[in-house]
């Protein structure tokens, strides 16, 4: 124990910085490399998202980093300490939020994270505000089970922050929520990481972790396929830009014939036009007074993800 | 674990336990329930009189002595009536046990064979008072009713609170178990800074207690005036065992709770355990009634020598010493169910 804190004080300033560092991570159960060779830093204050399909590794990275498995292989500092075994000082540093089911049956909100609050010392009053960081005062007295999906979720977010964590871990946090949920929690998750937090998140929602992630890691089959801002990865993969107008206005032939177009496509209501330099494009289209309806769509992170890990369903 | 933290704990799981309407009924309305019909249907069951008209006068009972007297209307209920053919009639369809009549010296009793046995007390306490002795024949009657044959009540509130405390006890640690496992409450508790064997201690600590309130319901009810229970004098050695009686069941519960992987699985499993046992292990009808070798075998089943103790320190009167081996009995059974459980325990649904 003594050997790892050290080691973490004496390194340079641009270590320390770093909330997590894992090197070489590697899990197996059975046949499966559930984590092969994972190695990624998040530095104190960032949002960090780690995307992937079902069964990439995910969620056993996580759940190393968390101090909930041990590896197999690797190296994984928190704060500087070594996740597992499980110790006090570190679990004081972390929340986690899990599923919105993780909570003690039958009890109201306010009683929940209570609960929650004093498994780490909190007061209640302090659990009660943590409530309305959260917008749930209104439902405070409210079984959990009675909860809406997002309150759940909200609620399960506040039990992560009871105890005013350093580094939270957001675990498909706007799963099964409607559209206002989502981005009444996408505002939350701001306000936590503006506060100096740093927040690693899975999900499955590519919008999501476009814009709220600072830095995404794209995994599948254990690996970490690319890492980088949201941006830069959508830059790197270099995909046309998808140009669409009315139809009718152009006829298909003569927008082939416009410069640096790839390909062109009508079906009846649009026509669109693939081109890696939209600018020449838009200005030809301006050219021909054919800019009606105009919607330019650049690639996603989610074209991103479907480039690396292939477009085929996997059952 | 701090106090705050603990006391927190334990509140928030018995408030679950309190707020969950199903496990309420099975763990103690149901077998109140039990206690009220069976305590109440059987009541009168082994002490009612024997019914007996006196036709004309009976000098044999009319000027027996006062403490004779007292004996006789403890064992009789007497009717008087001067017509002896419709005595006769109302014996023979059973409605009376006997017609008693006296001419001089001579005591005639027409007795029926519907009820033999009042048809015997009526004869035993005629010939008594024949012989001129009758106070202490009554008090050797009187004895066979009272003490050898338990009222109902006596067996039944042991027996069914056994139940209760068993059901309560496996559910609530089964059930708890694969929930928390299945949700995740589990792997949320892990990552707070708290001992996980205080997260259980706390558990413990919630079913203890609701097995006392048990208890006290129990004999509550069974005490009032109504079912007439009498506690014997070292009652209170039934707490120790209750909660030893607790320990082991929940290690049951808890050892179905690391095996199932589902709450309805669970659930099922436990069921098929209580009934069993509480139907083997005497909480429904005494044992002496089976066969021998259904007696042994039921000294596996923990609730067994809980129901035999808690009738001995309750009602039978015995001394606090002789539920000693009882309670090594539960706490050594309590002990290693534990240990399996622990060997088969997952933290997680995968």
């Not at chain 1, 306000?191 to 499955?204: A, D, F, K, S, Y």
């Not at chain 2, 539920?323 to 649904?349: E, K, T, Y």
Request: proline letters at 4%.
């Amino acid at each position: 124990m003594e050997g790892r804190i050290s080691l973490s004080a004496t390194p340079s300033v641009a270590v320390m910085a770093e909330t997590i560092v894992v090197t070489g991570l590697r899990k197996t159960y059975g046949d499966v490399h559930a984590v092969d060779g994972v190695s990624l830093e998040v530095p104190q204050g960032e949002f960090f998202g780690i995307l992937g399909p079902n069964g990439a590794g995910k969620t056993t990275t996580l759940e190393i980093i968390e101090g909930l498995r041990e590896p197999d292989e690797g190296d994984v500092t928190v704060f500087g300490m070594s996740p597992w075994p499980r110790k006090y000082p570190l679990l004081r540093k972390i929340g986690v939020q899990l599923q919105a089911s993780s909570f003690f049956e039958r009890l109201t909100a306010r009683e929940q994270i209570q609960t929650f609050g004093a498994l780490y010392g909190v007061s209640a009053r302090k659990a009660d505000d943590m409530l309305e960081v959260v917008g749930l005062m209104d439902k405070a007295d409210t079984r959990v089970e009675q909860l809406s999906g997002g309150q759940a979720q909200r609620l399960s977010i506040a039990c992560a922050l009871v105890h005013d964590p350093e580094l939270v871990f957001l675990d498909e946090p706007s799963a099964a929520l409607d559209p206002q949920a989502r981005r009444n929690l996408w505002d939350v998750l701001r306000e936590i990481n503006t506060e100096g937090r740093t927040i690693v998140l899975t999900t499955h929602y590519m919008d999501e972790a476009e814009t709220l992630c600072e830095r995404v890691a794209i995994m599948d089959r254990g690996k970490i396929l690319r890492m980088g801002a949201p941006a830069v990865l959508v830059r790197d993969l270099d995909a046309p830009v998808r140009i669409s107008v009315e139809s009718g206005i152009l006829p298909a032939d003569q927008a082939h014939a416009l410069p640096g177009v790839e390909k062109v496509s009508d079906d009846g209501v649009s026509l669109v036009i693939a081109t890696r330099d939209a600018s020449a494009v838009i200005a030809a289209l301006a050219d021909r007074n054919a800019l009606n309806g105009v919607q330019v769509k650049g690639a996603t992170l989610e074209d991103v993800f479907l480039e690396l890990t292939g477009r085929e369903y996997r059952a | 674990m701090n106090v705050t933290a603990f006391r927190s704990l334990v509140r928030a799981m018995f408030l679950g336990f309190v707020r969950d309407r199903r496990a309420l009924v099975f763990t103690v309305l149901f077998p109140l329930f039990f206690l009220l019909l069976f305590g109440g249907l059987f009541k009168n069951q082994s002490t009612s009189k024997a019914d007996v008209l006196l036709v004309g006068n009976v000098a044999a009972i009319d000027q027996a002595p006062p403490q004779a007297r007292a004996g006789i209307d403890s064992l009789l209920k007497i009717t008087r009536t001067n017509d002896p053919s419709a005595a006769a009639e109302k014996v023979r369809k059973g409605d009376y046990a006997a017609a008693i009549s006296q001419r001089g010296g001579q005591v005639v009793i027409e007795y029926s064979a519907a009820d033999q046995v009042k048809s015997q007390i009526v004869q035993g306490v005629m010939q008594e008072l024949s012989r001129g002795n009758a106070r202490p024949a009554f008090q050797i009657s009187a004895k066979r009713v009272e003490d050898e044959s338990l009222k109902p009540i006596q067996f039944y509130t042991p027996g069914l609170l056994g139940w209760a405390i068993a059901s309560a006890a496996m559910f609530g640690a089964s059930a708890t178990l694969v929930t928390w496992r299945t949700k995740g409450t589990l792997r949320r508790i892990r990552l707070a800074p708290v001992a996980t064997t205080g997260v259980f201690g706390a558990r413990i600590g919630v079913s203890l207690g609701i097995a006392l309130v048990q208890m006290a319901l129990f004999i509550g009810v069974a005490t009032t005036s109504f079912f007439g229970l009498q506690l014997s004098h070292y009652w209170w050695m039934a707490i120790p065992l209750v909660l030893a009686g607790t320990l082991a069941f929940l290690s049951i519960g808890l050892l179905i709770g690391a095996w199932a992987t589902t709450q309805e699985s669970a659930q099922t499993i436990t069921q098929l355990v209580v009934l069993p046992m509480a139907f083997l292990g005497g909480s429904f009808f005494p044992l002496d009634i089976t066969p021998t070798w259904l007696q042994v075998t039921a000294n596996i089943f923990p609730l067994k020598h809980l129901n035999a103790a808690m009738l001995n320190v309750m009602v039978r009167g015995e001394g606090p010493a002789s539920v000693l081996p009882q309670i090594g009995i539960l706490l050594g059974f309590a002990l290693v169910a534990s240990l399996v459980a622990a060997r088969i325990f997952r933290w997680d649904a995968t």
